[in-house]
């Protein structure tokens, strides 16, 4: 198992991987893609740690181990004509649509109440890589200067969460677990060179190539079984406290400060019929929380160059991101057919993080789409062996702001997804 934990990760450290409810994924592994994300009432393998770690004391002792094929064409635009000498929309694609995000996890009975287990899982979703440099462009192109040659715009971000889990189940209707979250992240960030006279450490903002934070938090979890057919949850996971990205003390607050956001969540799964499941959840994410993601975008007098000492990037309220604290509902249907195919399907609402006005500052950050649907199956070849599989789609969606100080911005985003897991049980 060490053996396989230990490639999980050097995998996730090459990649970057894109989300959808924010920078969170909406679920995680194929069986919780499939139902939109609805697992905290209703969970369904070795990865339940990741929402509500009670689950995992009912999850079969086994593996799982799987991957998700991630498709998101992201374009930006900013039309600056008008503005100043500038005469044309600068607009491009981002480079990179496909990414590869693994998973693995490990469950194993302790004894009759209690349970150990291993979950190992990633976020991301601010991932973008033009081969223009957007804003530096448009900067150039209102003050009547050429365009820069071969400058580029984008971020690099990935996630990964190391979560080992235990359970304690007090009687028929209670379970607890709790799980300590054990984070690495991985930034870098090229083309923002337009905000250099806006950085307290104008050496530390942009293209300075990739750099690393860790941090520790914890997750709980509680299962309650009202009746037979009906089971609520809840969990909670705390901020992760992120050391500071070090070569980005110019670009986020605090002096390069990322820590991961809190979030909470409840859900109640319905037993309907002996084969037919359906799940509800209610997801909060504290992104308003993360001085990062929330501080407020950069004014016109900003860019014109009034800003105090403390608004400057990296400083301590630091120019931001604008984004807002978010709910998520997840809603999904599981059917067994028999012993071998089950069938899911779900739906996944996000609240858009990203407010209109904060367009400009995130075209390098378009994690904007909002409704997503989901179908998948399962197949066991035997009693102890399984094969699953999801497909997400998340609808286009835009954020559009016409009155940005460099002109009308514009980020659009797609997504499409194929989830695959294995599964092995003891």
């Not at 990741?50 to 999850?59: E, I």
């Not at 365009?147 to 984008?154: D, H, Y």
């Not at 859900?267 to 209610?282: E, Q, S, V």
């Not at 984004?323 to 739906?347: D, H, M, Q």
Request: charged share 15%.
């Amino acid at each position: 198992m060490l053996r396989i934990i230990t490639l999980v990760f050097l995998i996730f450290n090459s990649i970057n991987c894109m989300a959808t409810n924010g920078y969170f994924a909406i679920g995680y592994g194929s069986k919780s893609i499939a139902m939109g994300g609805a697992s905290i009432a209703h969970p369904h393998d070795g990865l339940a740690a990741a929402t509500n770690p009670a689950g995992m004391a009912f999850v079969e002792p086994g593996w799982d181990a799987g991957m998700r094929f991630i498709n998101t064409p992201r374009e930006a635009e900013i039309d600056c004509r008008g503005v100043g000498a500038c005469s044309q929309v600068v607009s491009d694609k981002s480079n990179r649509d496909l990414f590869l995000v693994p998973n693995f996890s490990y469950n194993k009975s302790l004894n009759d109440r209690m349970t150990f287990g291993v979950s190992l899982y990633g976020n991301g979703g601010i991932n973008t890589s033009y081969g223009k440099a957007l804003i530096v462009e448009s900067s150039r192109r209102i003050n009547g200067a050429a365009p820069p040659t071969g400058a580029k715009l984008g971020v690099d971000f990935s996630q990964i969460i190391l979560a080992p889990s235990l359970t304690y189940k007090i009687n028929e209707q209670h379970t607890f677990g709790i799980a300590p979250l054990i984070a690495t992240q991985k930034f870098s960030s090229r083309g923002l060179e337009a905000f250099i006279p806006l950085s307290s450490a104008s050496g530390s903002l942009t293209s300075r190539g990739s750099d690393w934070s860790f941090g520790l938090g914890f997750r709980v979890g509680w299962l309650y079984q009202i009746h037979p057919r009906v089971r609520f949850g809840a969990a909670y996971a705390s901020k992760v406290y992120m050391t500071k990205f070090k070569k980005y003390d110019g670009l986020f607050a605090n002096g390069g400060e990322f820590d991961i956001p809190s979030n909470f969540g409840f859900g109640i799964a319905f037993n309907l019929t002996d084969k037919l499941d359906l799940a509800l959840d209610a997801n909060r994410i504290q992104y308003g929380d993360i001085d990062a993601l929330s501080n407020p975008i950069v004014t016109a007098a900003e860019l014109g160059g009034t800003i105090n000492t403390n608004r400057r990037l990296g400083g301590s309220n630091s120019i931001g991101f604008g984004w807002r604290s978010i709910w998520a509902f997840k809603a999904g249907l599981k059917y067994e057919v028999n012993k071998s195919w089950t069938f899911r399907t779900g739906y996944n609402h996000g609240e858009k993080q990203i407010p209109r006005e904060s367009t400009l500052m995130n075209l390098i950050t378009p994690a904007v789409p909002q409704d997503h649907l989901t179908f998948g199956v399962s197949y066991r070849p035997s009693s102890n062996t399984e094969i699953s599989f999801a497909y997400m789609h998340a609808f286009e969606n835009e954020l559009i702001n016409a009155s940005t100080p460099l002109g009308k911005a514009k980020a659009e985003i797609s997504q499409n997804t194929v989830d695959i897991n294995f599964s092995k049980r003891f």
